[in-house]
């Protein structure tokens, strides 16, 4: 008899271990207990410059967020850019990448249309001759002729200047236009900024290309007049892993240093834990050397990682969560000058997956959140940023 009730005790107390940390309280954004920010210090410089934004000479902050198809999808980060330019104003349209040219899913960013073969190079699938950098992709024309068509909508109405951050080999884009001026200016030794700036106001202005080796544009930019505020670039790749992007970026390094973020978000890791193979020390020394590279290129940007969500794809859970999120947490917890928003706990851990699907916080594939999933998300990382 005592051996049963030892084991029932056993049971229970391993039942209430399993049991997901979630609470009525994790869903809301004032009330999570554990919604904060370890290594805050980390973020002084972030703060104080928010906080003198509205005085200060440096009128634009400038933030980047990488991460894999939850930052393509846009609306996480997209909650984290609406509370920060409605608190602090709007400084200017961001670097984009034109997902809408590869998945008809994607929201249709840009009013552009295109004509010719345009392929996209992407970190999933690395080439020696498409170097990329902090977007993880690029696009390219595969076709003799090509043109980009950018059309004046209601988002839109008047397009003065359309911006091009590109691979640069020491030659201009093969680009023609109609009425304009065209100026590159070389903000690395691979990379450039070529600007459009049209004489005239019209419905349509098209960018005609022809193909060459080293045509490459990692993103887009439309009527770059910035003006005190926050500036969110996000750059999402679906599919892709925390491996690919400090790995597969050969000019992450020098962008990042001519960009010149003030704060790096970091939101990678899903993908990783699906990969059973994953090598969990050759990742985190290739993690570490990245964010030691990083601090050396560019000093002034702070860094803030945030852990993988739990998940569960194909009713198949994640064999390597914890050891992708336990890199992630080692290296915020063995660098003082990282931060870490530990979005897996604040879900509630383990198996809260569940919790989140019954409340329709989840789609169909138990991987990617609804709306209003991404939306909470967006709503608890805001909450603990600004406490």
Known sequence: MKKL????????????????????????????????ILHRNALSDVFAALQNLSTSNDSIFSIMHIGDSHIEI??????????????????????????QFFNKQSQKVFPIDTTGTWQRASIKNPTDKKQLGVTGLGFYLSSDNGRLTFTSNALYPEITKISLLHYYDGN??????????????????????TEVTFSSLDKEYILEFTKSENLLVYALKLNSHP??????????????????????????MEQIRALKPKLLIVSLGTNDSYIDTLNEQKLLHEVRMF?????????????????????????????????????????????????????????????????????????????????????????????????
Request: proline share 4%; aromatic share 10%; glycine share 6%.
């Open 227 to 252: 003006k005190r505020g926050i500036s969110y670039h996000k750059f999402g790749v679906a599919g892709s892993t925390l491996d690919q992007f400090v790995s597969h970026t050969p000019l992450f």
């Open 172 to 193: 201009p884009l093969p680009l023609k236009i109609q009425k304009g001026k065209i100026h590159t200016h070389v903000i690395t030794k691979n990379t450039a900024i």
């Open 74 to 99: 846009g609306q996480f980060s997209g909650e984290i850019k609406h509370q920060l330019e409605k608190k602090y104003g709007k400084s200017e349209d961001a670097w984009m990448f034109p997902y």
């Open 291 to 387: 964010t030691e590279k990083l601090s050396r290129y560019s000093s002034k940007t702070n860094i803030l990682f945030t852990t993988a969500p739990d998940t569960k794809y194909d009713d198949r859970r994640p064999q390597r969560l914890t050891e992708i999120n336990r890199i992630i947490r080692t290296i915020a917890i063995e660098n003082p000058s990282i931060a870490l928003w530990d979005l897996h706990q604040i879900m509630g851990g383990d198996g809260s997956v569940d919790v989140w699907i019954k409340k329709n916080y989840m789609i169909f594939d138990h991987l990617h959140f609804t709306t209003a999933g991404y939306k909470l998300q967006g709503e608890l990382f805001m909450e603990a940023f600004l406490k």
């Open 5 to 36: 009730l030892f084991l029932g005790v056993v049971i229970i107390l391993l039942a209430a271990k399993c049991k997901p940390g979630v609470t009525k309280d994790t869903f809301n954004a004032q009330k999570n207990p554990i919604d904060t």
